[in-house]
């Protein structure tokens, strides 16, 4: 293999696109030939990845198309066409949409096509004739990379026996970040939006939040739920214990002086942002979401510990006992870094390095 083709649909910042950023410098450096596909050209007052200036990039349109099936059509039409002038080795795709839209466009070319599911696949592609379709068609993949064994499982036999799970690659910044100044702080980093399920922690912390006063709890990201978050700070009287600090840029100095780190989502792929904090060090609570990912990170009790997905309950338990229990964070925050080595920028690249060359 000495051609490769990624395809995902943009570089905005997000987990996925990070992950593919990542490999576009990663094979680039390796000496590779590698060409990016995305969707559309970047608005510029939109953060993006950056990308090594050799690696040729494509745009499927200049502008999106308003009808929904005529863009689908197009977007396949035009990847098929660019996939046939660049003749690569192999072609890689992430995310549910793009993943369909790649193995329609590749149906009878001499090409290898390799699928990456990054997300809760009954999210991602449903259930019902839906599920039947998605199934058939990724048994036209040559191969595919899950981020978990429970995504896997999915789909069927024939697609699982040439499939591989490979973690996502967490930067070497974080094994390095230095644990110092560490605050009473709950932190929480990830958009507001319903899949995230920030008022699950809300409605945890408030419950106990008068008791241990000189805790705060600090959401960083954006999104549409902040109002509503806000107001619900107000209606608890736990305001003046809640930040609300935006998307943030250095996240691993934000984690060198947190106290607990909390993923509180309903459904995940391979959780960065709690990978980066176990990196870290700090002793992290997540909810024990499909599909399946922080199950495979965390041993509950000893590297972490999981809660039931939407039980505030038991979230506030778990906030409790490490609030008042500085020994068992410090415990669980030193086993979860001994835990994230086997996420290391390097191990993982090489994984998929491996397992194109396969």
Known sequence: MRKILLY?????????????????????KEGYDVVLVNELKPDI??????????????????????????????RVYTLRSIIQAERPDVVLSFLGPTNVRMLVATIGLNVKKI???RNDPYKEYGQGLKKIFVRELFKLADGCVFQTNEAASYFSNDVQKSSKVIYNPVNEVFYK????????EIVSIGRLQNQKNPMLLIE???????????????????????????????EL?????????????????????????????????????????????VPC???????????????????????PVGEVSKMA?????LITNQYYRESLGEAAKLRALNFKFDKVLNEWKDYLEK
């Not at 198309?65 to 689908?72: A, D, G, L, N, V």
């Not at 970040?177 to 009473?184: E, S, V, W």
């Not at 100095?253 to 990196?279: Q, R, W």
């Not at 338990?317 to 006992?321: D, H, K, M, W, Y």
Request: proline share 2%; glycine share 8%.
């Open 8 to 28: 995902i649909d943009s570089l905005y910042l997000g987990g996925a696109q990070r992950v593919m950023s990542n490999l576009a410098n990663y094979f680039a």
């Open 45 to 74: 007052n939109k953060k993006t990845y950056k990308i090594n200036e050799e690696i040729k990039r494509i745009y499927l349109e200049e502008e999106s198309i308003r009808s929904f099936f005529y863009r689908q059509v197009k």
């Open 115 to 117: 699928v990456s599911v």
């Open 177 to 184: 970040t230095q644990r110092t100044n560490i605050k009473n």
């Open 204 to 234: 945890a912390f408030g419950s106990i939040a008068k008791k241990y006063p000189d805790w705060k709890l600090c959401f960083c990201g954006e999104g549409e739920l902040k109002s509503l978050l806000e107001n619900r700070c107000k």
């Open 237 to 281: 009287g736990i305001l003046s214990q809640v930040v609300f600090e935006g998307q943030i840029s250095d996240v691993n100095k934000k984690l060198s002086n947190s106290g607990i780190y909390v993923l509180s989502s309903d459904y995940e792929g391979m959780p960065n942002a709690l990978m980066e904090a176990m990196a870290v060090g």
């Open 285 to 307: 609570i997540s909810t024990d979401c499909p599909c399946g990912g922080p199950r495979e990170l965390i041993k509950n009790g000893e590297t972490g510990v999981l809660v």
């Open 317 to 321: 338990e778990a906030l409790e006992v």
